[in-house]
């Protein structure tokens, strides 16, 4: 563009095979290379208006597939539902192909009060942890069983209770208001 030369695109050479095909001739005379210039000069702007609706038709087409296919899921996990945890600590990993994206399965145990999730291994051992709803995706095993949270961790519903209110307790003296007297 500084020298004078407009740059050579893709979409330039196909739209000007597209707005018309050669003709069958071996050689034009100088009017048959007029007339023909002529018809493609004719065809153009409706050429152009025929490449711009296909173009928006197939934009509108992806769109609708996106919207199809893409969307967003919010998994409300019952007790004793199998879920397998995002591992995120492998995204900042170089060698993160040959690692496992995801851990489990591990049984939910409760969902808290800010939407966090306690889990436990199948093993009973329950984790410290809270995991985020956007980590956990179902785990679908091969027959359908539910497992009943009782059995897996030993721990009774006002134990997990316990567990919550301490958890609670500990972050309030953990994280004092600097606001309060």
């Known amino acids: 563009m500084t020298h004078g030369i407009e740059p050579l695109f893709p979409f330039d050479i196909t739209e000007v095979t597209f707005l018309l095909p050669l003709p069958d001739q071996d050689t034009f005379s100088s009017t048959d290379l007029i007339t023909w210039r002529a018809r493609q000069l004719q065809k153009r702007m409706d050429n152009l208006e025929l ?12 769109i609708k597939h996106f919207e199809a296919n893409h969307k967003i ?4 996990f019952a007790p ?3 879920v397998l945890v995002w591992n995120s ?8 192909k040959t690692k496992p994206r995801y851990l489990g399965p591990m049984v939910v145990l409760r969902r808290t009060i800010g939407g966090s999730y306690r889990l436990a291994e ?8 809270h995991y985020a ?10 027959n359908k069983m539910c ?12 134990e997990l209770d316990r ?10 003296d953990e994280d004092p208001d600097p606001h309060t007297p």
Do not use: C, M, W
Request: aromatic content about 6%; cysteine-free.
């Open 51 to 62: 490449i711009e609706e296909k173009v928006l038709k197939a934009r509108y087409k992806s």
């Open 73 to 76: 899921t919010n998994f409300d």
């Open 80 to 82: 004793g539902s199998l």
């Open 89 to 96: 600590q492998i995204k900042a990993e170089l060698n993160r």
């Open 122 to 129: 199948l093993d009973g051992a329950v984790s410290t942890l």
């Open 133 to 142: 709803a956007f980590l956990l995706v179902p785990y679908h095993p091969r």
């Open 147 to 158: 497992v009943p949270v009782t059995t897996i961790t030993g721990l009774g519903d006002e």
């Open 163 to 172: 567990l919550n209110q301490d958890e609670i307790e500990d972050a309030q």
